[in-house]
């Protein structure tokens, strides 16, 4: 199975200041394809996991754009670059390039 | 509009089998390239990913949990289920659908427990 870790696996951030969870893969997630498939969610308070990136970069439908992915290979970031109260809860990246799907332990972000 | 519900039992005894119900709208499980997936999150831990079944009935399983696990889906009620044996308190956790890992259930708690 791949493994998944990220740093840090918690963060308090300042209302409006920027925020970033990196994420490794134990294997690369380039495909064949040429896509990379590693995928970030956010699981907030009593809630399920919401996707917010797709195959590293892109913003699913209606995430705002102080969300962005980076990355390549078996590196990664998600990068908020300010950070609101909506943003709490719980990070996680998730590789999507073999099965068993793996998920990294999860980044706990809370507001300062 | 895609939406996903997990249906079950709340509580199951140790050695029990566990039978949870996907029932989703919003797209057809008969459409090529569609599949829907299992993944459970016990209190207050990671996400971990059980099982998945394609258009095509093609099915894959978590292999730390393959020999326990079932995966079937009835294209005409809109329903995917997910059986799972031999259930132990450690299973405890809640359990939810999703589409292509892109569309969540609500998520249902399992606790097993005598």
């Known amino acids: 199975d791949i493994v998944m870790t990220q740093t840090p696996l918690s963060l308090s951030v300042t209302p409006g200041q920027p925020a970033s969870i990196s994420c490794k893969s134990s294997?690369?997630?380039?495909?064949?394809?040429?896509?990379?498939?590693l995928y970030w969610y956010l699981q907030k308070p009593g809630q399920s996991p919401q996707l917010l990136i797709y195959?590293?970069?892109s913003r699913f439908s209606g995430v705002p754009d102080r969300f962005s992915g980076s990355g390549s290979g078996t590196d990664f970031t998600l990068k908020i670059s300010r950070v609101e109260a909506e943003d709490v809860g719980v990070y996680y990246c998730?590789?999507?390039?073999?099965?068993?799907?793996?998920f990294g332990p999860g980044t706990k972000v809370d507001i300062k | 509009q895609i939406t996903l519900k997990e249906s079950g039992p709340t509580l199951v005894k140790p050695t029990q089998t566990l039978t949870l119900t996907c029932t989703f709208s919003?797209?057809?499980?008969?459409?090529?390239?569609?599949?829907v997936g299992w993944i459970r999150q016990p209190p207050g831990k990671a996400l971990e990913w059980l099982a998945l079944?394609?258009?095509?009935?093609?099915?894959r399983y978590s292999p730390s949990l393959k020999s326990r696990l079932t995966i079937t889906k009835d294209t005409s009620k809109n329903q995917v289920v997910l059986t799972m044996t031999n259930m132990d308190p450690v299973d405890t956790a809640t359990y939810y659908c999703?589409?292509?890992?892109?569309?969540w259930g609500q998520g249902t708690l399992v606790t097993v427990s005598s």
């Open positions: 999703a589409l292509s890992m892109v569309y």
């Open positions: 919003g797209f057809s499980l008969s459409t090529s390239g569609v599949g």
């Open positions: 079944i394609y258009w095509n009935d093609d099915k």
């Open positions: 294997q690369s997630l380039l495909h064949s394809d040429g896509k990379t498939y």
């Open positions: 195959e590293v970069s």
């Open positions: 998730m590789q999507g390039i073999h099965l068993p799907r793996t």
